[in-house]
């Protein structure tokens, strides 16, 4: 489905709508390239949609799954790639993205997610077996890819990046709640909710101001389905290929990108009860809370966030973060070179 944006008549350098079946916020601090934001961003996302889609017959990512091999790819589909083979590294595995096969089989077919009478696909890729040189992408049988759990971070990034360059605005990018801030001293409010549904309508956990860099939530209290009688949702534990289980419903993480901060917020889903420690471990800013509502900060959290205050972020911020960031990549114009089968 097509990203379908809009300025807000309301609030000058707002601009509001859909893609990826989730909602899109994208302010300016200067509300004059609003106009340009729409069509600009439009394309991006389209752009992002088109190559990384597991919903969509058409994209590269399905063209690949489909028939595994090399291929000469597209600079963005290469991106979001990249991103999340370097994810699966810097995780050593707790983001993965060979899962397609096991989250296609038990149902998971983005908002409109419902079990299905499907054998599980038992594990048999390797993340580390997958090459990418530059745009030519190897992938070996039995792969069948699934960029979910970076790609909307991957295109909050992307998108942050190329309007911030090209209108000189700082501004702030919201995509699902993958969070990605650019510009230079503006700091914008933030709230945190379970749900988007949440927001204004019905609790949040908290609220804050944030800086230039990236914030992502991590939740399982959407995008749930029951599988032959059992309760799945969209985050699944590479080590077991079954839905993540532990006391979190939500971790929400601060980052240098939107990136880096979902790659930390997905591993400490999957990581459970083991998840504080490594967080800490990392010196990750970290907001973890449970289904009963007890609420767990890491040190990093309670250092970079003073929630009395809410004043903002110290400038230092990125530089205690998950490493994992968005390559540059390059998005032409218009259209982008497709997915492109080559000899064996």
Same mark, same amino acid.
């Given at each position: 489905?097509?990203?379908?944006?809009?300025?807000?008549p309301t609030w000058p350098g707002l601009v509001v709508g859909?893609?990826?079946?989730?909602?899109?916020?994208?302010?300016?601090?200067?509300?004059?390239?609003?106009?340009?934001?729409?069509?600009?961003?439009?394309?991006?996302?389209?752009?992002?949609?088109?190559?990384?889609?597991?919903?969509?017959?058409?994209?590269?990512?399905?063209?690949?799954?489909?028939?595994?091999?090399?291929?000469?790819?597209?600079?963005?589909?290469? @991106?979001?790639?990249?991103?999340?083979?370097?994810?699966?590294?810097?995780?050593?595995?707790?983001?993965?993205?060979?899962?397609?096969?096991?989250?296609?089989?038990? @149902?998971?077919? @983005?908002?409109?997610?419902?079990?299905?009478?499907?054998?599980?696909?038992?594990?048999?890729?390797?993340?580390?077996?997958?090459?990418?040189?530059?745009?030519?992408?190897?992938?070996?049988?039995?792969?069948?890819?699934?960029?979910?759990?970076?790609?909307?971070?991957?295109?909050?990034?992307?998108?942050?990046?190329?309007?911030?360059?090209?209108?000189?605005?700082?501004?702030?990018?919201?995509?699902?709640?993958?969070?990605?801030?650019?510009?230079?001293?503006?700091?914008?409010?933030?709230?945190?909710?379970?749900?988007?549904?949440?927001?204004?309508?019905?609790?949040?956990?908290?609220?804050?101001?944030?800086?230039?860099?990236?914030?992502?939530t991590s939740s399982v209290s959407a995008r749930r389905w029951?599988?032959?009688?059992?309760?799945?949702?969209?985050?699944?534990?590479?080590?077991?290929?079954?839905?993540?289980?532990?006391?979190?419903?939500?971790?929400?993480?601060?980052?240098?990108?939107?990136?880096a901060a979902n790659v930390a917020s997905t591993a400490a889903?999957?990581?459970?009860?083991?998840?504080?420690?490594?967080?800490?471990?990392?010196?990750?800013?970290?907001?973890?809370?449970?289904?009963?509502?007890?609420?767990?900060?890491?040190?990093?959290?309670?250092? $970079?966030?003073?929630?009395? $205050?809410?004043?903002?972020?110290?400038?230092?911020?990125?530089?205690?973060?998950?490493?994992?960031?968005?390559?540059?990549?390059?998005?032409?114009?218009?259209?982008?070179?497709?997915?492109?089968?080559?000899?064996?």
């Amino acid at each position: 489905m097509p990203a379908d944006l809009r300025e807000d008549p309301t609030w000058p350098g707002l601009v509001v709508g859909t893609a990826f079946a989730s909602y899109v916020h994208i302010r300016l601090a200067e509300p004059e390239p609003a106009d340009y934001a729409v069509t600009r961003a439009t394309e991006i996302l389209d752009a992002v949609d088109l190559a990384c889609s597991r919903f969509r017959a058409d994209s590269e990512l399905s063209i690949v799954n489909s028939r595994p091999g090399r291929y000469e790819v597209s600079p963005v589909f290469a @991106g979001a790639l990249r991103v999340a083979l370097e994810a699966a590294h810097e995780t050593d595995g707790l983001v993965d993205p060979t899962l397609g096969a096991r989250l296609s089989a038990a @149902g998971y077919a @983005g908002a409109e997610s419902r079990g299905a009478p499907t054998r599980l696909p038992g594990r048999a890729a390797n993340w580390r077996d997958i090459v990418l040189d530059d745009h030519i992408l190897t992938v070996p049988d039995n792969t069948f890819l699934d960029l979910g759990a970076t790609g909307k971070a991957y295109a909050a990034d992307l998108l942050a990046e190329c309007l911030a360059q090209e209108t000189g605005s700082a501004l702030i990018v919201s995509l699902g709640g993958d969070i990605a801030v650019r510009g230079t001293d503006e700091l914008w409010p933030v709230v945190i909710a379970h749900r988007p549904a949440d927001v204004g309508h019905g609790p949040a956990i908290t609220s804050l101001r944030i800086g230039a860099g990236g914030l992502a939530t991590s939740s399982v209290s959407a995008r749930r389905w029951r599988h032959h009688g059992s309760q799945w949702h969209h985050i699944l534990d590479p080590r077991t290929g079954l839905p993540a289980q532990g006391p979190w419903v939500t971790v929400t993480a601060l980052g240098s990108t939107s990136v880096a901060a979902n790659v930390a917020s997905t591993a400490a889903m999957v990581l459970g009860a083991a998840a504080y420690d490594w967080l800490t471990r990392r010196d990750v800013a970290a907001l973890l809370v449970t289904a009963d509502g007890f609420v767990q900060r890491t040190p990093a959290w309670t250092t $970079a966030v003073p929630e009395a $205050a809410l004043d903002g972020l110290p400038d230092d911020l990125s530089e205690r973060v998950s490493p994992v960031a968005i390559p540059p990549t390059a998005i032409p114009p218009t259209t982008s070179p497709r997915v492109r089968e080559l000899s064996r």
